[in-house]
């Protein structure tokens, strides 16, 4: 079976238009070439974005619409590499709750036709001895999709609820606080589902069995340190039964496919508060639902919309952010959806991001990334490139830098190779006219704190903004001075790459970067970010034209961040050389950063995951853990010092 194909070509396509269609089947199907390089003399096709495989390829070449011109193709090579029938692939990282690992996938069939779709459950230990990790895992069920395969939709499990930062704010009401806490009371022992999104066009919302916060009463001698399932009740992984026969759940308005990660958020909605499920369809169309799920077995529309211009070029940025503003005084729970590609009759037109009303799905504010790249002393760095025609590559990084319960910035970035700093309202009189534009962090390019005859001092011109194709990573890491004053720094980590859908468009070697914002809440001033440390993927030693890209987000974790690369040229870890490694580097690194741990786990394409101790690794071969033998461990509490109100130790 064949899952993509590279379209090399010789023409005149630069003076006469021509379009390219590859048939993966004989000509019975024909599908156009969208996918090229820059100077159009590489294309591709990703067949698991149409939910099928390939067995025979062929090739036409067309006059493009309404050209009077004549089109000579000089040559034309096809390129692709088989994979083994029943080999199951994945875009997806996967979840962890108590002692479950729960992973999304999609299998090639033995002949050709649709994908198929599945979703399993994994035990990773038994609750009476979570000193001994199962050797191997044991399955606890597979749910499988027949008409649709799960590809970037990771799984989102809905559990009773938890105690998220905000509760304990320092800004948060007396009476909001109650309110969530009577709610969390009243959801204590609902029932566990796992949603996931498929190319059938539908939401999948599948029995998880009975999740439970607290310590399991069949296990004397354990105190469960991240709940347990009650009685083992792990679900059997089928779909729910619901009044109406709800699940599997299709939007209204007519979408392709759903091909984005459900995002779960408490929330309060006029007086009552509600778990929701945000969706939207990645690249199967522009549409973005709200269910209220807090009875997974009940559930209902709250409001859906398909008229904004969402991001639906490829997947991975396709997943809204749901959060906690101040505007004016009053709190506003809100959804955060970035844009998509510019179309064609607007090349220049800048990405933006769009705060939706949580509740009624009504547009809040559209922020515009139409800002120049400013220096520290404001002046325009005339080198950098512009936002124009640029596509956020993947979900806001929210931060709440004060711990006040209330979000106060975002951070995105873009293909163009900028990163953006938004600030977000919160405060008694703050609102969208009154708060700090936003910014460009990434201007400098120089660690100052590197002696200047340093290799490691700068990154030299022709590498300052390379593309970004996953979301970076914030983390807050405050600090007292001695006069008792708070330090602020929030600490920003991402990598580049060239493009994961298109081939031979790169210009390596790329780089991870590690930028420290240190401005208050709503400073807008370049001067207040500057680069901490970076670090060259030079190639390996045994290949010298081999080059690591960073494909997804990194994962940060008891003062540690993890990132994977990938030696393929685009995401499909499969079509490369497998070469890829999971780096572990100190936050707090310095000049010349060198990595604490190198992981040789082969190509990686989805954001590693530390959790209870252990390192799970997505690659094209399987799941990679690393950590040693416990589970169970106890949670180390972080004060102020992340965005989450709880961080796992780092792993063994």
Known sequence: MLTSVTVDVADNGTLCPIVYSVSPDSGATWIPVTDW????????????????????LGWKAEKADGSACTPQVDSITLKAKPKVAGALLSRATPVMVGNVLYASSFALPAVPGNLVGHVKAIKLYEPATPSVALSPSVQLWDRSIPSGSVDHSAPAVLIPPGTPAWVYGADTSTAERAGFLAFQKANESRKTAVFVGARDGKLHALNGGNFRWGDNPATATIKENHGYFLNNDYGAGEELTTTGSFWPYTPPVGTGFLDATPTLADVQLGSAWKTILLMTAGDGGGTVFCLDVTNPVTP??????????????????????AGRLRIDGATKWVAFLVSGAPPSSDPTRFPSIFVIDAGTGDLLQEIRLDVPVRGTDGSIVTEAPTGEGGLVTGQPAVVDSDGNGYLDRLYVATDNGLVYKVNLPDGPLANWSNIGEEIVINWDFIDEECPSNSNDRQVPDGRRWQPIYAAPVAVVDNALTAAGTVDNRVRIYFGTADSPY???????????????????KGSSSAGDVKLDWFYTLDPP?????????????????????????????????????NKGRVYAFDLTSVCGATPTTIINSGDVV????????????RTSTGMVVMGGGNYNNEVQRTGTRKTTPQAWREIE
């Open 300 to 321: 209902r529309l709250i409001w859906e919309k398909n008229d904004l211009p969402l991001a639906r070029r490829h997947s991975l940025q396709g997943a809204a952010k």
């Open 502 to 520: 298109v081939v031979g468009d790169g210009h390596p070697p790329y780089h991870f970067f590690a930028y420290v914002d240190q401005g208050p």
């Open 606 to 617: 989805t954001a590693p995951m530390v959790q209870d101790k252990h390192l799970f690794i």
């Open 37 to 56: 390089n820059q100077n159009r003399s590489q294309g591709r096709i990703d067949f698991t974005e149409k939910n099928i495989v390939a067995s025979q």
């Open 541 to 577: 030693p045994d290949g010298a034209s081999i080059h690591e890209r960073v494909f997804a987000s990194a994962e940060v974790s008891a003062g540690k961040v993890y990132f994977g690369t990938a030696t393929s040229d685009t995401e499909d870890a499969c079509d490369g050389e």
